[in-house]
Each structure stands twice: as C-alpha cells, then as structure tokens.
C-alpha cells in the first residue's frame, strides 16, 4: 500500500477536488482499490464523497451527543484518549462511496482540537522517557497499518498549515502532491514547505534512532507502528497548474497574457530550487514533474460537488446539460494524462496507457 498527500501550503488551488477526482481515477481507470483518508478539519472532501446530507448525519453526532453515529470519522481514532497515554482506537472503519468508487475515513472538524496535543507530543520527542511522544506522532501511520491489506493506494487530503496534523500526515505518507495556481502566492508556499521539510524531517529520523536505541526493552511490541525513517523527503511526484487565461488573437494563435506568463516562467525555477530536492529519485527531469494542467471546469466543479459525484461519472440523471458534457470530456482528458503521469512516476507503469 502507498500513501500519497496532496498538499500545498496554499488554499484555494483546488486539493480537495484533485484528490477527490485522482482517486476515482486510480479506482477507475487503473483498477486500484483506493482509500481517502480526510484530515483536513474543514472535512470538505467527506461532505464532497458522501454527499452533504450523509456528511452532516456522520458529523452531527459529535456535536449532539444524543445521537447514534451511523459512521467512524477520523476523531474516533482519540475515543476515550487521556493526554498522556500512548495508544490510539484503531478501529476506525472507512466508508465506501458508490460514485468515487472508492472508500473514504471521514473528517471531522473537532480534528482541530487536537492540534495542540499532536504539537506537544512532538515536543515530547526530545524527552527519553516518553514513549507517548513517538507513539502519537505517529498515529495516523498505526491507523493506516490496519489497512495496509485493504488498499493499494491511500490519498491524503490536507489543510494547507503546516501546523502538527499536517506534519504527522506526511510523516505517515511516502509520497506528495503539490496541486497550484497561477499566481505569486504559490511561488511562496513553494519556499515555505522547503523550509518546513528541512526543520522537521531530519529531528525525526535523529529522534527516531535515539528512540530506537534507549527503548530496546519494548522495541518489538511497538515497532510496527513507527515509520522508521521520513520517506516524504524524497517523494515528491508533482505538481499541477489550474488552468490561466489565455487569449486567441488576430491571427488564430493561442497565447498565456503577458501577467500571467510571468508567473509561469518563474514555476520551473522555483520548483527545481525549492522541490526537486525532494522528488522521488527515479524522477530524471522537470518534465516528469509537472502532471499536467487543470482545465476550467465553470458550472460542473459545482454540480459535481452538489451531487455527490465526481466529475468522471456525471450523467444526465444529475442534471448535466448541453455545454457541461464538452467540459466533462476535457477534464476527464486532463486526468487521464495527469494519472498516467503520476503511476509513471510511482513506477506502477501496468495500468498505464
């Protein structure tokens, strides 16, 4: 089982719907068995996969205690946890969605309380007497080792913090994706999750190994549910580029306006200074980097999201007319390229075309 992120430390550039559609893709198109795992508190992409009206029943339980929960979210990973404990409730069952052809494990935005446990615990991993610190920063990899027979691909759909939620997702994945817009704000993010990498990652793998060592005495017993070594730091598939304005001219060519190529010309230098130094080490050339460009979806991102579906299997039954069957087929096109880019660079070339 492989564990991709889809992050940036940027909102607004389109993460949920990627993840969302790339993974009805791996389902659909590469015949994958593919889990979503929602970490994000905002729990956009539990309302988009299950509908809003199913997302709202999963939820409105842990706000009305009164209520049976007809689902686990992800929180349930915390039930009955006391600050200082050092295990988790792996028990927490993912639900299929029909339309995506793919399960998912809820969010929930009482994941946010926990920001500021999951930060102290990373704290603790300074102090050679806590097995808690380690244990917990590491919980979402315990939870995805019960899964680990269920699913050959898991996407993580992310918040853009780089705050300790975030931090131990990518410290639970092997792999990431960078989806992005056109515009300086991205060229930022770019510098930021460099710096970030460079902090965190290597204090782990060191806490790892000293952590290793002095707790020889109880190693066996927990050492499935460590990742012994930040894998995320050389993983990095790729990015794409939601699509930006061009304009047809007098003689019939196509061409990006001056602004925004601007920006655009500013992209490959960035991501070969900031990025490539984390990409996966099979990845030879920029070229492999960039997955591909997000059309303009218009009306149908929001008919998508108010059905429940992704965009692959909208019908007429849910509303599609006349313009919106043009704008399905081109973005079905786009992620039939940007997922054979990304099994390319996984190196699972079986299932592409």
Same mark, same amino acid.
């Not at 590469?30 to 988009?48: C, E, F, G, M, S």
């Not at 809003?52 to 007809?70: C, F």
């Not at 306006?257 to 130094?277: C, G, H, K, V, W």
């Given at each position: 089982?492989?564990?991709?992120?889809?992050?940036?430390?940027?909102?607004?550039?389109?993460? !949920?719907?990627?993840? *969302?559609?790339?993974?009805? =893709?791996?389902?659909?198109?590469?015949?994958?068995?593919?889990?979503?795992?929602?970490?994000? +508190?905002?729990?956009?992409?539990?309302?988009?996969?299950?509908?809003?009206?199913?997302?709202?029943?999963?939820?409105?339980?842990?706000?009305?205690?009164?209520?049976?929960?007809?689902?686990?979210?992800?929180?349930?990973?915390?039930d009955n946890y006391e600050v200082g404990e050092s295990t988790i409730n792996t028990d927490v069952t993912p639900i299929f969605c029909e339309r995506f052809h793919a399960s998912i494990i809820a969010g929930n935005p009482f994941l946010a309380s926990y920001e500021d446990i999951l930060s102290k615990k990373w704290n603790e991993l300074s102090d050679p007497d806590s097995v808690s610190g380690m244990r917990i920063s590491n919980w979402i990899n315990t939870i995805l080792e019960t899964q680990k027979e269920n699913y050959d691909y898991v996407f993580i759909d992310l918040s853009p913090s780089l705050g300790a939620i975030n931090r131990t997702a990518l410290l639970a994945s092997d792999f990431f994706i960078s989806p992005m817009s056109c515009d300086i704000f991205s060229l930022v993010a770019i510098k930021n999750i460099k710096q970030w990498f460079e902090k965190w990652v290597p204090y782990y793998n060191s806490k790892y190994e000293t952590f290793k060592t002095e707790k020889e005495h109880i190693w066996d017993k927990i050492k499935a549910d460590l990742k012994p070594k930040v894998t995320i730091d050389s993983g990095f598939l790729g990015?794409?580029?939601?699509?930006?304005?061009?304009?047809?001219?007098?003689?019939?060519?196509?061409?990006?306006?001056?602004?925004?190529?601007?920006?655009?010309?500013?992209?490959?230098?960035?991501?070969?200074?900031?990025?490539?130094?984390?990409?996966?080490?099979?990845?030879?050339? =920029?070229?492999?980097?960039?997955?591909?460009?997000? +059309?303009?979806?218009?009306?149908?991102?929001?008919?998508?999201?108010?059905?429940?579906? +992704?965009?692959? !299997?909208?019908?007429?039954?849910?509303?599609? *007319?006349?313009?919106?069957?043009?704008?399905?087929?081109?973005?079905?096109?786009?992620?039939?390229?940007?997922?054979?880019?990304v099994m390319h660079n996984l190196g699972d070339v079986s299932d592409v075309a």
């Open positions: 089982m492989k564990t991709i992120a889809i992050f940036n430390n940027k909102g607004g550039v389109g993460k !949920t719907t990627f993840c *969302a559609n790339l993974a009805t =893709h791996f389902a659909m198109k590469h015949n994958k068995r593919v889990l979503v795992l929602d970490l994000d +508190p905002q729990a956009n992409i539990t309302h988009y996969m299950l509908g809003d009206e199913l997302a709202s029943e999963v939820i409105a339980p842990y706000y009305d205690r009164n209520l049976e929960k007809p689902h686990q979210t992800i929180v349930d990973a915390f990015y794409t580029l939601q699509s930006y304005i061009s304009r047809k001219h007098a003689d019939g060519t196509v061409r990006t306006t001056q602004s925004y190529q601007r920006i655009i010309d500013n992209f490959e230098p960035e991501i070969d200074a900031n990025l490539s130094i984390f990409k996966k080490p099979e990845i030879n050339t =920029h070229a492999e980097l960039n997955l591909g460009e997000i +059309p303009h979806m218009f009306g149908i991102l929001a008919l998508s999201q108010f059905v429940g579906a +992704p965009i692959a !299997t909208l019908n007429s039954t849910d509303g599609m *007319a006349g313009s919106q069957y043009t704008q399905a087929k081109n973005y079905i096109k786009a992620f039939d390229v940007i997922s054979d880019r």
